[in-house]
């Protein structure tokens, strides 16, 4: 076999005190780890919370250092229709072609100062692939990082899709031992901070827990602030 694929489940549980421990939501992933050093994330994402969302995500990325290539994304908010979109990054540009009920057919084309480093397209497992960003010869510490995109400034995910630039820091807190109901793994701790005047609405407290291995697969993810939201993984499976 040339290639290795990644299977698991992420479950979404609310942290506020008067739905404590409650799900909330799921996510499904399958990460292929391709022989020519492209990765493909497949992404089935369910908020259940009202406005519920539904999500999927197909994003070709490369595995070094998870920069995106390409990305398709289909959003539903409240059960009906939100949007569609493609991206596609070239090395100094960013091009999307998107569709949604709000404001009909979009095309971009964003001049980038060189490769963009990073497309969030909202699965949370996509948080974690987020952090080979960062240099862990570095040891522990904090680094900025500039010419990120996202496919939704909205915390959620739930507008657009279209392409939004931003940029924010990646904390690294060190290396720790988690049990989730997936089992039990070597980690590494990350959190994002610097969000301020990079969204419209600053991001809460944001913990990530990942594999301690190549792989970055998400273990487990605090937000706190008003989200008060907690993401386990649940299911996984390696082949």
């Not at 990765?39 to 995500?57: F, G, Y």
């Not at 994304?73 to 569709?99: H, I, P």
Request: proline fraction near 5%.
């Amino acid at each position: 076999m040339t290639h290795k694929t990644i299977r698991g489940t992420i479950t979404y549980y609310s942290h506020k005190p008067e739905r404590m421990g409650e799900e909330r939501g799921r996510e499904y992933f399958m990460l292929t780890q391709q022989a020519d050093g492209n990765d493909v994330l497949l992404a089935h994402c369910e908020i259940d919370d009202e406005p519920n969302v539904i999500r999927d995500v197909a994003l070709a990325l490369r595995n070094s250092d998870s920069s995106p290539i390409d990305c398709s994304v289909r959003l539903t908010v409240g059960n009906k229709f939100e949007g569609s979109g493609w991206m596609r990054f070239g090395d100094q540009y960013a091009e999307c072609e998107t569709f949604n009920h709000r404001d009909g057919r979009i095309s971009q084309r964003i001049e980038t100062p060189a490769k963009v480093s990073w497309l969030q397209s909202h699965p949370i497992v996509g948080d974690a692939l987020l952090m080979k960003l960062y240099d862990l010869d570095k040891g522990t510490g904090t680094t900025p990082y500039s010419n990120m995109f996202l496919t939704s400034p909205d915390h959620r995910g739930a507008t657009g899709p279209q392409l939004f630039v931003t940029g924010f820091s990646l904390v690294y807190v060190g290396e720790e031992h988690v049990n989730v109901q997936a089992g039990s793994f070597n980690a590494r701790h990350f959190q994002v901070t610097g969000t301020a005047g990079n969204l419209p609405e600053e991001h809460p407290p944001y913990d990530v827990w990942c594999t301690a291995d190549d792989d970055y697969i998400l273990l487990k993810a605090t937000a706190g602030g008003y989200m008060k939201t907690y993401y386990e993984l649940t299911q996984l499976d390696i082949n």
